[in-house]
């Protein structure tokens, strides 16, 4: 997966688990839960969504990592290099 | 005792397999729609189920749909639907005096078999189980997310109360006004059970799931040929409120919860006792201060199985033998709404107040004499002679809980 495509992945990942929120405007240097509502539950389902799409296993230090779009870029991308993009709530 | 305050039906919010409202949904049971479909779910393959096509986006967003459960939905929808119809507007009311009591049959296989068939794709690795499962589990779940919703900070809670709940959920209702505790209840039932294939690999294990070739006719009980349960989805919850404020605020009336009767078989832990039911009965009659002739509807629990359907006769003619009462049957249109059952039966005859007609019991080809009832209603509705004053649901579950409700046409 390509930098775009992760960002790709995780507003896929964003959309099915708050599929009332716009996401195509998210702004990648703003934290996550200032610019759509998301709560910890929310965030613990992304972590899912990663773990349950791309194997990926993010330990409870690094969960800060996560908070903007660029942050899950820079913390992803190591770990989503050699993955296939999927795709849920965004395809078509 | 003092006397209690008469509590009264100003308002009611269902979610049928055969309609989303009391108007469609008696509508569809006089002109003998039923709701039963074909229906499949995972481990058990093809059976039939009623099945609820309500819109849950209506009262929910999408990500609160997707996190609560179906359970919470049908109670959302119910109590939104029951708030409309009664006139409330809750903004303008002290919420914290609003009471929420949901009977349920059973809560939390849904979820436990979502999980138990995801983490069974990860050779059951629990960092896949899900986060979600103990809210969505906790016995209070359809309750709470009617809090949520409505942002009601008062009690709010469920009954277990096997198939018998629905009628717990307004009995319990009802004790709340007359205690003072709240001033306005939200009671009723409801069923997220087609959505757990245990519910029906158990009846299919005990013989009682329902097998005929034309859905529609499946869930056919006091006919002879009658083979078992349709498992069905829904809710009905009833805004409940001291007869004084409702006549306060001018509400509509829909009728008088006049009595009420629980107990116990105490005698198995699956099939049902006659004389149990009819204590049961009894005590409903006892409590409301009625004769068995003054009641003109009984709604019977039957759920379409041998046994079941026999020894809720036996227990109806020994009380009511020689009265002019009619007898009938909803689950011959919805199959069984589980926790939902007892308040949803109940709402499906509320508006023979008004139009003078009993609901027939539908599906009966042959009747099982065993069953016949006098003032048995087959087929198609009936007008009785005798104006309908007062209806008497029955509703009874595993582990030999019975559930007796009359309601009454208001009478000032």
Known sequence: MTRDEIVIAIKD??????PDEEVSNLAMDVRLRDQIELDSMDFLDIVMELRKRYGVQVPEEDYMQLSTLQGCVDYLGPKLESKSLVLTALKG | MRELPRVVITGVGLASPNGDSLPEYRKNLLEGRSGVVPYSIRHVGDTFAGVCKFDPLRYQTRKEARRGTRAG??????????????G??????????????????????????????????????????S???????????????????LGIPGPAYCLGGACAAGNLGLIHGMQMLQLGIV????????SESIHTFGIFASFRAQGALARHEDASKASRPFDRDRNGIVVSVGGCLYTLERLDDALARGAKIYGEVRGYFVNSDASDFVLPNSKGQQACIRG??????LAPDEIDIVNTHATSTKQGDEVECEAIRSVFAGAHTR????????????????????????????????HPTINVDNLDPACALDGLVLNEPVRPERRIDRILNMSFGMLGINSAVIVERYRS
């Open chain 2, 88 to 129: 409330i507007d809750l903004a303008s009311r002290d919420r914290s005096r609003v009471g929420v009591y949901i009977g349920i049959t059973e809560h939390g296989n849904v979820e436990t078999e979502t999980q138990i068939h995801e983490v069974a794709q990860y050779n059951f690795d629990l960092s896949f189980w």
């Open chain 2, 131 to 149: 986060h979600h499962h103990n809210p969505r589990t906790v016995a209070n779940n359809p309750a709470g997310e009617v809090t949520l919703s």
């Open chain 2, 183 to 190: 001033d306005l209840a939200l009671g009723g039932g409801v």
């Open chain 2, 327 to 358: 007898v009938n049957n909803t689950k011959s249109y919805i199959g069984h709404t589980m926790g939902a059952a007892g308040a949803l039966e109940l709402a499906g005859n509320i508006p023979s107040f008004d139009d003078g007609l009993v």
């Open chain 2, 284 to 289: 409903a009659l006892a409590h409301a201060g």
């Open chain 1, 13 to 18: 990942i964003i959309a099915t688990i708050a």
């Open chain 2, 73 to 86: 939905g049908i109670s959302i929808w119910c109590a939104n639907e029951a708030l409309k119809d009664s």
